[in-house]
């Protein structure tokens, strides 16, 4: 059992203070995905939306701040500074500020006091926000709501004019299907986790989440999003204990093979991933072909061009240029060069591995959790290679949250916060580990 110190208020007074703080922050970090999932869709209320989200958590949070690492911490400035840097040599200064906004307005959220509890809210808060955009998707397949994608099957593929199948990719609230697919991604993830695992919340309510966000994902037709939650399964099934491992293999193969026996259109988009692995997919011969000539224009290897620099002079086959290149970390490449790259790289290891060395300690949920944060990791790290996702909501908060959960959950020391897991009553402290469920 991990070693507990505890936080003591002098008074009951203080304690109730302590408790009201807490519920506080656990009902801001709650809003934080339903909301950053939704704002897409609010248009330009959406921007206001999320800032004020951000404001109120970073308030919360900035009140009781965990201790970083002096690496973590260090990494931390010194990348934030850049990107300020970065910021200053945009086309625009009103440019360069909105980008340096997207990036920095969750970073508050690496400092989170990440408990037991503070696990279990957020594993809600991503359930609400999977059935948040299940419900948008069923607003959209009634024509209740507009935003789906159309496209062939085969992405790219040339096929019969009269025979051809055509799929309709749901985007939810979200507005982008291989955004809704990874979210609904990690849905399943937690799902999984908490369905063979000991800490499991109600059965049925998960059985039935698990199935809804499996088909949600294949719906969205993001190639990279069901390749997504294949990382994620590996890392799951390395880093769980064995019993548990066997079964997150066995269920999520069920789960699988399901929607693949009993859709063609389901069996087309798996299909269609052995066409990018062989390089026959025009979208993903497009996307590389773009990336070798981002690259060989690029002329500021070490700081980059600025926020925005890898659009001028950067022209595609066509000649046209291009706002966008599908690679979170070229864009960075590009922006904040070889720099930028390592020390979010930097900052990423530096919770990752003492997240890995600490998976074994603690109870049940301290020690699940510390997988999940690792997996939920891995698989937006991977679809950053092909999509824009690390300075752009809802992935930014997603990503700030994730590592501010994982550095407090790797801590060898848990400091259990009163009102969440240690007692006080008549000057009497109970110190007992908590046990509970990982989702509510």
Same mark, same amino acid.
């Given at each position: 059992?991990?070693?507990?110190?505890?936080?003591?208020?002098?008074?009951?007074?203080?304690?109730? !203070?302590?408790?009201?703080?807490?519920?506080?922050?656990?009902?801001?970090?709650?809003?934080?995905?339903?909301?950053?999932?939704?704002?897409?869709?609010?248009?330009?209320?959406?921007?206001?939306?999320?800032?004020?989200?951000?404001?109120?958590?970073?308030?919360?949070?900035?009140?009781?701040?965990?201790?970083?690492?002096?690496?973590?911490?260090?990494? $931390?400035?010194?990348?934030?500074?850049?990107?300020?840097?970065? !910021?200053?040599?945009?086309?625009?200064?009103?440019?360069?500020?909105?980008?340096?906004?997207?990036?920095?307005?969750?970073?508050?959220?690496?400092?989170?006091?990440?408990?037991?509890?503070?696990?279990?809210?957020?594993?809600?808060?991503?359930?609400?926000?999977?059935?948040?955009?299940?419900?948008?998707?069923? +607003?959209?397949?009634?024509?209740?709501?507009?935003?789906?994608?159309?496209?062939?099957?085969?992405?790219?593929?040339?096929?019969?004019?009269?025979?051809?199948?055509?799929?309709?990719?749901?985007?939810?609230?979200?507005?982008?299907?291989?955004?809704?697919?990874?979210?609904?991604?990690?849905?399943?993830?937690?799902?999984?986790?908490?369905?063979?695992?000991?800490?499991? !919340?109600?059965?049925?309510?998960?059985?039935?989440? +698990?199935?809804?966000?499996?088909?949600?994902?294949?719906?969205?037709?993001?190639?990279?999003?069901?390749?997504?939650?294949?990382?994620?399964?590996?890392?799951?099934?390395? $880093?769980?204990?064995?019993?548990?491992?066997?079964?997150?293999?066995?269920?999520?193969?069920?789960?699988?093979?399901?929607?693949? +026996?009993?859709?063609?259109?389901?069996?087309?988009?798996?299909?269609?991933?052995?066409?990018?692995?062989?390089?026959?997919?025009?979208?993903?011969?497009?996307?590389?072909?773009?990336?070798?000539?981002?690259?060989?224009?690029?002329?500021?290897?070490?700081?980059?061009?600025?926020?925005?620099?890898?659009?001028?002079?950067?022209?595609?086959?066509? &000649?046209?240029?291009?706002?966008?290149?599908?690679?979170?970390?070229?864009?960075?490449?590009?922006?904040?060069?070889?720099?930028?790259?390592?020390?979010?790289?930097?900052?990423? $290891?530096?919770?990752?591995?003492?997240?890995?060395?600490?998976?074994?300690?603690?109870?049940?949920?301290?020690?699940?959790?510390?997988?999940?944060?690792?997996?939920?990791?891995?698989?937006?790290?991977?679809?950053? +290679?092909?999509?824009?996702?690390?300075?752009?909501?809802?992935?930014?908060?997603?990503?700030?949250?994730?590592?501010?959960?994982?550095?407090?959950?790797?801590?060898?020391?848990?400091?259990?916060?009163? &009102?969440?897991?240690?007692?006080?009553?008549?000057?009497?402290?109970?110190?007992?580990?908590?046990?509970?469920?990982?989702?509510?």
């Amino acid at each position: 059992m991990a070693d507990v110190s505890v936080e003591v208020a002098p008074t009951r007074a203080g304690g109730r !203070a302590v408790r009201r703080e807490g519920a506080a922050l656990h009902r801001a970090l709650f809003l934080v995905l339903p909301v950053t999932t939704v704002a897409p869709a609010l248009g330009p209320a959406g921007t206001p939306l999320r800032v004020l989200v951000a404001v109120a958590v970073a308030a919360l949070v900035l009140k009781a701040p965990a201790r970083l690492r002096p690496g973590t911490a260090g990494v $931390l400035i010194v990348f934030v500074l850049l990107l300020m840097a970065e !910021a200053l040599g945009a086309p625009s200064l009103e440019y360069g500020m909105v980008r340096l906004l997207n990036w920095v307005m969750f970073v508050p959220l690496l400092f989170v006091r990440g408990d037991d509890r503070t696990l279990r809210v957020l594993c809600a808060s991503l359930l609400v926000a999977c059935w948040i955009q299940l419900a948008g998707v069923a +607003l959209q397949h009634t024509g209740y709501i507009r935003g789906t994608w159309g496209g062939l099957v085969v992405s790219g593929s040339v096929l019969d004019a009269e025979g051809r199948t055509l799929l309709t990719r749901y985007t939810g609230f979200l507005g982008n299907p291989n955004d809704l697919g990874l979210l609904l991604g990690l849905g399943v993830m937690v799902c999984l986790i908490g369905l063979v695992s000991r800490v499991y !919340a109600r059965r049925a309510g998960i059985v039935v989440s +698990l199935a809804a966000f499996t088909w949600g994902l294949f719906v969205t037709g993001s190639r990279g999003a069901i390749l997504g939650l294949v990382v994620g399964l590996v890392v799951v099934v390395a $880093l769980l204990r064995p019993r548990h491992a066997a079964a997150v293999t066995v269920v999520g193969a069920l789960v699988g093979v399901v929607p693949v +026996l009993t859709s063609d259109s389901v069996r087309r988009v798996i299909d269609s991933i052995g066409s990018i692995l062989g390089g026959r997919d025009a979208s993903a011969s497009f996307r590389s072909t773009l990336w070798r000539e981002q690259l060989r224009v690029n002329d500021a290897w070490f700081f980059g061009n600025g926020f925005g620099g890898y659009v001028a002079g950067s022209p595609t086959t066509s &000649g046209t240029t291009t706002g966008t290149i599908d690679n979170a970390w070229l864009k960075l490449l590009l922006e904040a060069g070889l720099a930028g790259c390592v020390l979010l790289a930097g900052l990423v $290891l530096s919770v990752v591995v003492p997240l890995l060395r600490a998976r074994r300690e603690g109870n049940d949920v301290t020690s699940v959790g510390r997988v999940l944060v690792t997996a939920g990791l891995a698989m937006v790290l991977w679809r950053s +290679l092909s999509a824009d996702l690390l300075d752009v909501n809802p992935w930014n908060a997603i990503l700030w949250l994730m590592l501010g959960l994982g550095s407090s959950l790797a801590r060898p020391v848990d400091v259990l916060r009163i &009102g969440t897991a240690v007692g006080v009553k008549h000057g009497r402290v109970a110190t007992e580990v908590p046990k509970g469920r990982l989702l509510p």
